[in-house]
């Protein structure tokens, strides 16, 4: 396989650049950390802008690159740079590349890598090794190693323009296609195979993302463990931290698309890997953590509405707790604020279930904590719903206690949010609350 192959796989590819600008993925590698002094970043990014597919920009601003070093646990500065130059190159994904133990470590970023709510599908931490001596004479590139990247940085990208949404699935099919043929290349030896197999894994699974199938899941899983097995091969515990956080991405999208019937099993497998994605990425390695946390939340919360084990519901809430602790609202607002709801709708079943007034106080809190961003002058709707829910824990608080305060208080809330509703002229929000002040009238009266 040339690499004239590889750069053609699909007919669109054999056009000029210009023929087809929104068809490209465009891509930002940053010179790399090494000693070197190969200049591999600009080798690098020579080879990948000969593909057609790629709109190839090379930064090379002078910075601390200390954060690389992945054991230096300063992962705020590692996003909050790559977003950076994202923003400034207009770049769909960011390639950092750091020299150790005569290797090149690959980490791919993008944009909104660490949102909540997030489908997980790239961490900043996983990683892809490939041999120094590759970017000394890049001809020599691995041709398969180079389909691999080729594969990674299509499937990390969320898919934009119509070019994008259009060929992206070809594209990984066609990929999957050729890597499928030859998927240990002769010239890289073992110690690379888990980075590669677990990347694979990863292309595979985005790949089959909308429409999972069994023998899908046989696929990507043996991928995964085949890393497992080489595990000793990867030098720092997040490698294969990463790997089980892969599987617990896998079995969470079993248990999404599952048209087998076994939701629990799947639902049990994705909490276990992701707790075990836990031991290795943990509170050193803050935003996995958080990350791993939320979809633990989510999990364990579906746990419960399918098994209504207790102990889930608590579960539930005390991943939030930890995801809460990660998401702050001065560096990740939008997020706190979906967690801060989260946490307020699963504090008041919790609540409700136990009989518990502490409980049900801590989820209105979750819920006021929201209004810090959904202000009723900017965001007037979503504040009246968070009124409401407010309101409507009040009211559960006045039946659980047979306390009449508690009704008056639970009125003044859906009252505002009344007013609200009517100026908006949401005419099936209003009909809702007024039927709850009906319910809170028949009691006080």
């Given at each position: 396989m040339s690499l004239s192959q590889l750069s053609g796989i699909r007919d669109f590819l054999s056009g000029t650049k210009a023929a087809k600008t929104d068809a490209l993925f465009n891509v930002t590698v940053v010179a790399f950390e090494d000693r070197c002094n190969l200049n591999c970043g600009y080798r690098f990014a020579e080879l990948l802008g000969k593909n057609e597919l790629f709109n190839v920009t090379f930064f090379n601003e002078p910075f601390?690159?200390?954060?690389?070093?992945?054991?230096?646990?300063?992962?705020?500065?590692?996003?909050?740079?790559?977003?950076?130059?994202i923003k400034k190159t207009?770049?769909?994904?960011?390639?950092?590349?750091?020299?150790?133990?005569?290797?090149?470590?690959?980490?791919?970023?993008?944009?909104?890598?660490?949102?909540?709510?997030?489908?997980?599908?790239?961490?900043?931490?996983?990683?892809?090794?490939?041999?120094?001596?590759?970017?000394?004479?890049?001809?020599?590139?691995?041709?398969?190693?180079?389909?691999?990247?080729?594969?990674?940085?299509?499937?990390?990208?969320?898919?934009?323009?119509?070019?994008?949404?259009?060929?992206?699935?070809?594209?990984?099919?066609?990929?999957?296609?050729?890597?499928?043929?030859?998927?240990?290349?002769?010239?890289?030896?073992?110690?690379?195979?888990?980075?590669?197999?677990n990347m694979l894994g990863k292309i595979y699974l985005e790949n089959a993302r909308d429409n999972l199938q069994p023998e899908d899941i046989e696929v990507v899983q043996d991928l995964f463990e085949k890393a497992l097995v080489n595990k000793q091969y990867m030098r720092l515990p997040i490698y294969f931290g990463?790997?089980?956080?892969?599987?617990?991405?896998?079995?969470?999208?079993?248990?999404?698309?599952?048209d087998n019937n076994q939701p629990l099993e799947h639902l049990k497998k994705a909490i276990s890997y992701y707790r075990e994605a836990q031991k290795y990425l943990n509170r050193n390695y803050p935003y996995d953590f958080?990350?791993?946390?939320?979809?633990?939340?989510?999990?364990?919360?579906?746990?419960?509405?399918?098994?209504?084990?207790?102990?889930?519901?608590?579960?539930?809430?005390?991943?939030?707790?930890?995801?809460?602790?990660?998401?702050?609202?001065?560096?990740?607002?939008?997020?706190?604020?979906?967690?801060?709801?989260?946490?307020?709708?699963?504090?008041?079943?919790?609540?409700?279930?136990?009989?518990?007034?502490?409980?049900m106080q801590l989820a209105i809190n979750s819920y006021k904590n929201q209004q810090q961003i959904y202000e009723q002058t900017v965001y007037p709707m979503e504040w009246a719903d968070v009124q409401e829910k407010i309101g409507n824990i009040y009211y559960l608080l006045g039946k659980q206690n047979e306390d009449e305060n508690f009704m008056l208080e639970a009125r003044n809330y859906l009252d505002s949010a009344l007013a609200v509703y009517k100026e908006l002229r949401n005419k099936d929000a209003s009909k809702q609350v007024l039927a709850a002040l009906e319910k809170i009238k028949n009691y006080i009266d």
């Open positions: 601390p690159k200390g954060f690389l070093n992945l054991q230096g646990r300063n992962f705020f500065d590692f996003i909050d740079r790559g977003v950076q130059i207009q770049a769909d994904i960011l390639i950092w590349g750091y020299e150790e133990n005569g290797k090149i470590r690959l980490n791919f970023q993008i944009e909104n890598q660490y949102v909540i709510p997030n489908t997980l599908t790239f961490s900043l931490l996983d990683s892809l090794f490939v041999p120094l001596n590759y970017f000394s004479n890049p001809e020599t590139f691995s041709e398969s190693l180079l389909l691999l990247i080729y594969g990674i940085i299509i499937a990390a990208v969320k898919p934009v323009t119509n070019s994008q949404i259009k060929n992206r699935p070809l594209l990984l099919k066609d990929i999957i296609k050729l890597l499928s043929r030859n998927q240990s290349p002769k010239d890289i030896t073992r110690e690379f195979m888990p980075y590669i197999t990463s790997v089980y956080n892969n599987l617990g991405m896998l079995y969470e999208l079993a248990f999404q698309i599952d958080g990350l791993i946390s939320y979809h633990l939340a989510v999990l364990y919360f579906e746990f419960w509405k399918h098994t209504a084990d207790l102990q889930a519901l608590r579960d539930a809430v005390a991943q939030l707790r930890e995801a809460e602790k990660v998401y702050s609202f001065a560096q990740f607002p939008q997020s706190w604020c979906h967690i801060e709801g989260l946490l307020g709708y699963y504090l008041t079943l919790l609540g409700m279930k136990t009989l518990s007034n502490e409980i």
